[in-house]
């Protein structure tokens, strides 16, 4: 009877630490899962969508900036008198 018992005991034992491995095993999937698709998948989308706006920001501005030398240029071409009607002034002291 006392060898049943004992045998009976360990079974019982191992089932108790089998369900606890089984039990933590789980816990450590399901924290992981969370802290991927909680986390770090968020700030993964988050972060691209900044970055494709910033490069959309500077391209606007790059824009920008080029429409703004080619305007400036045309003017100072047609806001320079020709050569022969340029007359140079002295200062006067």
Known sequence: MKLF???YLYAKQNYLYTMIEWLFAFLIFYLLYKLIF?????????????????NQMNQQQ???????QTNTSAQQTK???PADEYIDYEEIK
């Open 5 to 7: 018992e004992q045998k």
């Open 79 to 81: 806001s320079r008198p």
């Open 38 to 54: 909680d986390f770090i998948l968020p700030v993964s989308r988050a972060s691209s969508q900044i970055r494709n706006r910033m």
């Open 62 to 68: 790059q824009n920008n900036y080029n429409s703004s």
